[in-house]
């Protein structure tokens, strides 16, 4: 062999090898060329789904859950998790979220826990419009598994592929998930660099199965079967056996914060997440990204803005996004835009945050027979969701249908009274709505029950709210400063802020409440400590929520045209009518009547968010009709302080009788006017 060797070589020059290796390479290029070129035109065995025509762009398919070996139950679950967020990288197709699989049941009429096999895939593809069903197996071999999927067509069961991956041993189940996600994507046809480009799974969720296995079985307790213990629990677990599993941290810092635990807690965690967010997929990452300067400790709503919108470049069906994004219009008074986003995840998929945040910007808008549609789709959609009951509360206060309202609230207390979750809405709302009638021991009643079913919750701050809602009716309502600063006081006595974390105190209502009673110091002392929890924790708003506090001090110190400034540097959040009163109140005291019916009028007329109006109008509409009735009296504007008169007897004409007495003045004066017209 080595004197053939020998022998040959004087025949081997440089120019040959070079030419042999171009003609190769080029051959080689020909051969891809030629593929590349059959896969997009749908000839032969390199053609995709979609240059055949079987598939479309952007086509929605649902993941059945993988069938596991006997001996581990949760293997299937776990796999069927991976593999549908592995999947939900791709850019080609559109994957039925979890919890849109779980409100299609819910329609169907069947536990939300239902395992969704092949055979009911198939039934919510048809009933939801989705082309393609993912059916997979695990099956154990000799100590390895072998993971398979087959992608089926929807409406007519034909098999349009199918793929086989092998896994060594349970750490290498991961990266054979990934393997199988990545055939599933290119069969389909979406671009090859960028499935090559796209991050592996272990890379995206976890390298370690057995925390992937908490992290799925967590989630499963929280979503489907509401035990939030063992959800945590869980949840903690699996960051415990990869302390770099941002994912699971990402849900742990949002299911807290949704549960109102304190948040240096919930900072904490959505900081451990951002921290590990090049461990996510493109959307998570994002999704992180937004929620840290949400929830993280210096919150920014224009980065929030922008990691959502950044998201909608790249989905712009990601409904998360679409919701999240609607929200943060909505803070910002862009009813429309916000409107408009809402829609667009309602075309995707029929959740309830979905049709709130429709029907809401609908009604901020004006647009009250449209949110009636909303809602009345919303209904169809999920008739047992409170949801429906509580914003239909909101369209017949808009409507001035007080009665509607208080049948629909009570009603759905009724059917959910075991529920402290459901409690909490309804008997916040029946307050309002009795205070918007002037029925004060009423709303004090509700109130105190609101605050109950929080407590019930574990929310702290329910008991000090108690106490702090009947000084508000002291001092608003009945103008007995006196009372309402001793109550105040022992209110303080009975519940030390000590008790509290720092960012769960009420500061800012509590410099109000302070400020209305005379007691400055205290006032200014409330402000003090909201700085100092301010420079350790933020919240979003922060800085508005400080103008409001300065702007109710300056009213106690009598110095009316700083408050009004401060009222105005503050008013840039959801609510557009919150401090129209203060500031009407504060022209009012300093003697420029014009100005405060000005405002007291802009009041009336602004549309803003139903729900900031409904509170608002709690507690100062009544008001303002008796003050534009009694200013307009005064300037000789006789059929606009008759109007008011008249709003104002409407509205309490079943008040308190410690409110009656505002009621006979102004029906008195009211036929005084009507004699002298006639």
């Excluded at 919890?99 to 939300?112: C, F, I, W």
């Excluded at 992180?288 to 980065?303: F, L, S, W």
């Excluded at 249908?401 to 916040?428: H, I, K, M, W």
């Excluded at 029925?439 to 574990?458: C, P, T, V």
Aim: net charge neutral; aromatic share 6%; hydrophobic share 45%.
């Amino acid at each position: 062999m080595a004197t053939i060797a020998v022998k040959a070589a004087p025949h081997v020059s440089w120019r040959r090898t070079a030419l042999g290796g171009a003609v190769a390479v080029g051959g080689f290029v020909i051969l891809v060329g030629a593929w590349m070129l059959m896969r997009a035109l749908g000839i032969g065995p390199a053609a995709s789904l979609m240059s055949t025509g079987q598939l479309a762009e952007k086509d929605r398919v649902i993941v059945t859950e993988f069938r596991g070996p006997a001996t581990d139950s949760l293997l299937g679950p776990t796999v069927t998790d991976a593999f549908r967020t592995d999947l939900a990288q791709s850019a080609s197709l559109s994957v039925m979220p979890v919890n849109a699989v779980r409100e299609a049941l819910q329609r169907m009429q069947r536990p939300v826990g239902t395992r969704v096999d092949y055979a009911l895939a198939r039934e919510i593809a048809s009933r939801e419009g989705i082309k393609a069903v993912v059916d997979g197996d695990v099956v154990e071999l000799g100590g390895g598994y072998v993971l398979s999927a087959r992608l089926i067509a929807a409406q007519s069961g034909d098999e349009l592929a199918s793929f086989r991956e092998t896994a060594d041993s349970p750490s290498d189940i991961i990266p054979a998930i990934s393997r199988l996600s990545k055939k599933l994507r290119e069969r389909t046809g979406e671009s090859l660099r960028r499935i090559q480009n796209a991050r592996s799974l272990e890379r995206v969720t976890t390298p370690s199965l057995q925390a992937l296995q908490k992290y799925v079985a967590g989630v499963r307790a929280l979503e489907e079967e509401g035990d939030w213990d063992r959800g945590r629990g869980l949840l903690e677990e699996a960051v415990a056996l990869d302390t770099a599993f941002a994912m699971a941290y990402r849900k742990l810092a949002v299911e807290l914060s949704n549960r109102f635990y304190p948040r240096t807690l919930v900072t904490a965690t959505i900081q451990k997440a951002y921290d590990h967010r090049e461990r996510l997929s493109e959307t998570e990452r994002y999704l992180t990204i937004a929620g840290y300067y949400q929830y993280g400790p210096r919150p920014d709503r224009a980065r929030i803005i922008s990691a959502y919108e950044s998201l909608l470049e790249i989905d712009p069906a990601n409904v998360a996004a679409l919701n999240n994004l609607a929200v943060q219009m909505r803070a910002r008074r862009e009813w429309a835009r916000a409107e408009e986003l809402a829609r667009r995840a309602l075309a995707q998929q029929s959740a309830a945050v979905f049709f709130n945040n429709a029907a809401w910007s609908q009604m901020a808008q004006g647009k009250l027979d449209e949110a009636g549609r909303t809602l009345e789709a919303y209904r169809a959609a999920l008739p047992r969701n409170p949801g429906v009951a509580l914003a239909t509360v909101l369209l017949h206060h808009l409507r001035g249908e007080y009665d509607a309202a208080e049948q629909a609230t009570d009603s759905l207390r009724r059917a959910r009274a075991g529920e402290p979750t459901v409690l909490q809405n309804t008997d916040f709302w029946l307050g309002v709505l009795a205070s918007t009638q002037g029925q004060l021991a009423e709303a004090k009643r509700w109130f105190d029950s609101s605050n109950d079913a929080q407590m019930a919750m574990g929310v702290r701050v329910g008991a000090l709210h108690k106490g702090l809602d009947e000084v508000w009716l002291d001092a608003w309502f009945r103008g007995n400063t006196e009372r309402a600063r001793a109550r105040l006081d022992e209110t303080m006595a009975a519940f030390p802020l000590d008790s509290l974390e720092a960012i769960e105190r009420p500061y800012d209502r509590l410099v109000e409440l302070y400020a209305m009673v005379g007691n400055v110091p205290r006032a200014r002392a409330m402000l003090d400590a909201f700085d100092r929890r301010r420079a350790a924790t933020e919240l979003v708003d922060d800085d508005l929520a400080r103008h409001a506090m300065l702007g109710h001090i300056a009213m106690a110190e009598r110095r009316y045209s700083e408050a009004v400034r401060e009222f105005r540097a503050g008013d840039g959040g959801r609510c557009g009518v919150c401090f129209l009163p203060e500031i009407a109140r504060a022209f009012d005291l300093a003697g420029q009547p014009d100005s405060a019916i000005a405002a007291l009028e802009q009041y009336l007329d602004t549309r803003t968010d139903p729900i900031d109006r409904a509170i608002e109008d709690g507690w100062s509409l009544a008001g303002s009709h008796k003050r534009l009735a009694e200013l307009h009296d005064a300037k000789g504007n006789r059929d606009r302080a008759m109007s008011h008169y008249a709003r104002l007897i409407d509205l309490w004409k079943n008040a308190d009788a410690d409110l009656q007495p505002h009621v006979k003045r102004a029906r008195d004066r009211l036929a005084q006017l009507q004699r002298a017209e006639r």
